[in-house]
């Protein structure tokens, strides 16, 4: 269980769906399945603790609530459908209603999937159908796998363990997401473990554990289980370097208001700016690698023989090393991903700042968001985990008044970011300027050792594996891949400076209407553009990570 004292991490979440009438003879080869499910998730993430989203319904809910904390130590959020006076009346026996007053009381959060608190006793058939359905399916939307207790039949009613499977298979959500039909959403893993009801014949291979993957995941790779593996191992690495760092929540997160999405934005800042620094002063050694490489042939006379060889040595070792060791650690592919995190984080700041109780990770586009499965995850926990606070169902005055400042400052914020005096923009157009040089040394260097080794002469390379001929070759893939390097960081920059300005200039167009919207008192509007803003911001941010990710330097072929 965290405590504020705990470093900062993103918990693995699991979603739980399943039958409440389970046959009581399956209920230890049940639990033990479940054990081995929950098993299986913290062997792929053994640094990431679990974060249970359970509606506490009797059967399945409180089954896997037991085993998760007793076994593997787990929190989790009471994800109810209505309100906890009027839900407990679904339970028809006092034992069964203290048992959920103990859970519940026991919960890290509570929340009313729909918002919507019903009053005490039943709903009518219908609206009790429609709030079991959506608690389901919220679940499903904000979990990294669901559990399924199921015996695999079709649905008997609205709203039931079939309909949430279906879902999350489909990634489309009833009720969440109608209003964006091209939404991108988020389907997932199911574990489903067979699971009889009471007062029927067990299912075949009942307590088995079936693995079931959406659709898309299989389009999107022959192995279907892989977008799932790497999620989990994405949010784990995350995990694995903010303990590394060891600052809790309340470190990362900005003075005046603890934010689990001010904490990942911050991590995510820090992470990339620390990744980018790595790839930048492995390009520079590479540079210095090559330029001594080089230097060894032309003073081969005045620091003799041995000498030469010794300073070839070192660079040609020091160069591969430091070459093998950024590619193998993933500095490029990790500074980017973060980055990527970073600017999600502020755009979800903003919108929060500005009154939208929306999710960043609805809005990415569709198009695009199949490549940031794992960031759209981490930041929807993260927003899932500061929204589960309660909060008024209406502004007030003076709250929409101090929203609407709140976008009005972003945008001038963004605009000086980008545009400034020392702003990003600048900042990369000169860094890239240094990484163009770098390139032209190294490239430069390579010819000159191609010139002076002569290895275009036939009858040289012939001549055998000489040792004199292997060490040229070696110094030429050096200066290639210390050129091709430099020219990745100078590309890097390039289109960063192309990113952030198209972004400044969007938010430059947007700034004269949102001043005007908010003089005018029309929070409506302002609104709209906040978030039309946001997700222009997100899709440029997006391309910008899918082209870097393309060109990852890869070695030198030859």
């Not at 191992?233 to 900005?254: F, H």
């Not at 904490?263 to 690698?289: G, I, N, P, Y």
């Not at 000169?430 to 275009?456: N, Y």
């Not at 960081?489 to 390039?494: D, E, N, T």
Request: proline share 3%.
């Amino acid at each position: 269980m965290a405590t504020d004292a705990t470093p900062f991490s993103l918990p693995i979440t699991i979603g739980v769906t399943g039958h409440r009438d389970i046959a009581p003879s399956q209920i230890a080869e049940i639990e033990k399945s479940v054990a081995s499910v929950l098993e299986g998730v913290r062997a792929r993430a053994p640094r990431s603790r679990l974060l249970l989203l359970t509606s506490l319904a009797e059967g399945a809910d409180r089954l896997v609530t037991k085993v998760a904390v007793e076994k593997f130590g787990a929190d989790y959020v009471a994800v109810l459908p209505r309100a906890a006076d009027s839900y407990r009346h679904d339970f028809e026996t006092a034992e069964s209603q203290a048992e959920f007053d103990r859970l519940l009381g026991a919960a890290r959060r509570v929340i009313v999937a729909n918002g919507d608190p019903a009053p005490p006793g039943n709903s009518a058939p219908d609206q009790r159908r429609d709030e079991y359905a959506y608690a389901g399916y919220w679940v499903s939307l904000h979990s990294h796998l669901l559990l399924a207790l199921w015996d695999s039949k079709e649905a008997r009613g609205g709203g039931g363990t079939a309909e949430v499977v279906a879902a999350r298979l489909k990634g489309r959500y009833p009720g969440l997401n109608d209003d964006e039909p091209l939404q991108y959403a988020e389907g997932g893993a199911v574990a489903q473990i067979v699971t009889a009801r009471a007062g029927e014949t067990a299912p075949a291979a009942s307590a088995a554990v079936k693995w079931r993957y959406p659709e898309v995941d299989r389009q999107r790779s022959e192995n279907a289980a892989k977008p799932f593996g790497e999620v989990l191992a994405a949010v784990d690495r995350l995990n694995r370097l903010a303990a590394r760092d060891g600052r809790t929540l309340a470190a990362w997160s900005r003075p005046h208001e603890i934010s689990h999405v001010a904490a990942l934005k911050a991590l995510a800042d820090h992470m990339a700016q620390r990744f980018q620094r790595r790839v930048h002063v492995a390009v520079k050694s590479l540079t210095v690698a090559t330029v001594a490489a080089a230097l060894a042939g032309l003073l081969d006379g005045l620091i003799g023989q041995i000498g030469a060889t010794i300073l070839t040595t070192v660079a040609l070792v020091g160069g591969g090393a430091i070459w093998l060791g950024a590619t193998f650690a993933k500095w490029q592919l990790l500074h980017v991903d973060f980055r990527a995190l970073a600017e999600g984080a502020r755009v979800q700041l903003a919108w929060t700042a500005s009154g939208q109780v929306v999710c960043v990770s609805d809005h990415y586009h569709p198009v695009q968001a199949s490549d940031i499965e794992w960031l759209r995850r981490a930041l929807r926990t993260a927003w899932m985990l500061d929204m589960l606070e309660a909060r008024a169902a209406r502004a007030t005055a003076d709250q929409r008044r101090a929203n609407a400042t709140a976008a009005v400052a972003w945008i001038d914020e963004q605009i000086e970011y980008f545009l400034g005096n020392k702003g990003v923009v600048a900042k990369y157009r000169r860094q890239g300027r240094v990484f163009a040089i770098l390139a032209f040394v190294c490239l430069g260097a390579g010819l000159a050792m191609l010139s002076a080794g002569k290895l275009l002469d036939m009858a040289h390379i012939g001549s055998g594996l000489e040792s004199a001929g292997i060490a040229r070759l070696a110094k030429v893939a050096l200066a290639a891949t210390a050129s091709l390097q430099a020219y990745q960081a100078f590309m890097g920059f390039k289109d960063l400076e192309r990113s952030f300005s198209v972004t400044a200039h969007l938010f430059r167009i947007v700034n004269d209407s949102v001043r005007s919207a908010e003089q005018a008192g029309d929070y409506g509007r302002l609104a709209f553009l906040t978030r039309a803003i946001g997700r222009a911001a997100l899709v440029e941010n997006v391309e910008w990570l899918i082209l870097k990710r393309q060109r990852r330097p890869k070695p030198p072929v030859g």
